[in-house]
């Protein structure tokens, strides 16, 4: 915790690992933690590509790698650095607290569950949030909307995503057809 805390102080771009779920590290500015979850402004190929949360139990490493220190300065030259929403603050208590949140601020969000047997990954907007589960409009990689909801229970939950490249493709694309649920 401390160290999250740390590098969220000092704004240092890091890169987490998820050895058990992830092969690739998630590299990113931290914006938050709590004792359950880790809020990140991801960071893609040199391109700021949205707010990512994780599970504080699926982290495996976090760190500030020469790497990392040369590459910040690359984002800084380029004038990324001061575009990352540094004082954005989330309750991050727990999924329930943090998707009521993010539901409100964002359109499509994207919900991963990806330590269960058989992995789910939807991508839609929230409909209901309830005591245990989440229940979401999702839609396919085809832009159609299913008429039934995705329940997702929290405690399943690995990973949430929000105004990434990915979602804000499906928005603009649902509103230039008016495609919405």
């Known amino acids: ?35 359950d979850l880790l809020l990140l402004q991801y960071v893609y190929d040199f391109n700021l590509d949205g707010l990512m949360v994780f599970r504080i139990a699926d982290i495996t490493g976090v760190e500030c790698s020469g790497t990392c220190k040369f590459q910040r300065e690359l984002l800084a ?31 499509l969000m994207i919900l991963e569950c990806e330590t269960l047997d058989d992995p789910d990954f939807v991508i839609g907007s929230v409909d209901e949030i309830r005591s245990m589960e989440v229940a979401m409009q999702w839609f396919s990689g085809t832009g159609r909307w299913d008429d039934e909801l995705a329940t997702l229970t929290f405690g399943d939950i690995t990973s949430c995503q929000v105004e990434t490249n990915y979602t804000k493709f499906y928005q603009r694309y649902f509103e230039r057809t008016a495609n919405c649920p």
Not at 86 to 93: A, G, T
Not at 97 to 106: G, K, N, V
């Open 1 to 35: 915790m401390y160290q999250l805390a740390l590098h969220q102080k000092e704004r240092n771009l890091v890169s987490v690992d998820r050895s058990g779920i992830d092969d690739q590290a998630i590299q990113g500015f931290v914006l938050g933690s709590s004792d």
């Open 77 to 107: 030259h380029e004038g990324l650095v001061e575009q990352v929403p540094f004082d954005l603050r989330l309750d991050l208590r727990n999924w329930k607290t943090l998707i009521t949140q993010l539901s409100a601020m964002y359109p």
